[in-house]
């Protein structure tokens, strides 16, 4: 996360950081991200940098959370119009966020971030309200109050958690398969639907 020093500048010139971030990030990958780049655009010196940001990495990380700062909440709305069904869910929601991933905008850098994802990217770009969290006496994931549990064959308390790191997973692999391979939106989205549906009913013949 940015320093305080960052928080107090300028309105004007955090944003002349945050573009010239955008920028490199949207050039290549974060492993060649140059921060010479992206000081000599935003027209501050390496020092100053160093005092709003640890790395590239930490600015990185940074932008990337403005940018899903809306997939929560498209999240949550997808369960509420599924009535609380988790697949249906996944299935509201993907082209949802598909259209805010491939936003003109935005695409060159979610597809750098698809195409090289980690784990560390993995856990950042995932919705909070899609993350585990734990308690001092208990395990809780913020997801369960709106799905209806009874409908899923779930019996250790840790399953959930488990599946929807699955179906994260799964959405993301998706993604960057169809970045890496240049299909149409359509086609992500078809191939993202029928891996749901193996998901959900399985693949074994009755």
């Known amino acids: 996360m940015p320093t305080k020093t960052y928080f107090n500048l300028s309105e004007e010139k955090q944003s002349r950081l945050i573009a010239a971030a955008a920028d490199e990030f949207a050039r290549v ?8 780049n992206i000081i000599k ?27 899903k700062q809306d997939t929560q909440k498209m999240l949550l709305d997808s369960f509420k119009k599924a009535k609380g069904n ?48 734990e308690t001092e006496r208990k395990t809780v994931h913020p997801l369960k109050k709106h799905i209806d549990m009874e409908k899923l064959k779930l019996t250790d308390p840790e399953d959930f958690s488990m599946l929807i790191k699955f179906l994260m997973t799964t959405l993301f692999g998706t993604i960057g398969e169809g970045f890496y391979k240049k ?23 009755k």
């Open 86 to 133: 988790l697949f249906e869910g996944y299935r509201l929601f993907f082209p949802a966020v598909l259209t805010l991933i491939m936003d003109e905008e935005h695409s060159d850098f979610f597809k750098h971030m698809f195409l090289h994802m980690d784990y560390r990217t993995g856990k950042e770009v995932t919705p909070d309200t899609a993350k585990h969290l």
């Open 29 to 36: 990958p974060l492993n060649e991200a140059s921060i010479n």
């Open 41 to 67: 655009k935003a027209e501050i010196s390496r020092g100053s940098f160093y005092q709003y940001f640890a790395d590239k990495e930490d600015l990185y990380y940074y932008y990337l959370s403005l940018l």
């Open 183 to 205: 299909h149409s939106r359509e086609e992500i989205i078809s191939a993202f639907n029928k891996k749901m549906d193996w998901i959900e009913y399985g693949l074994e013949k």
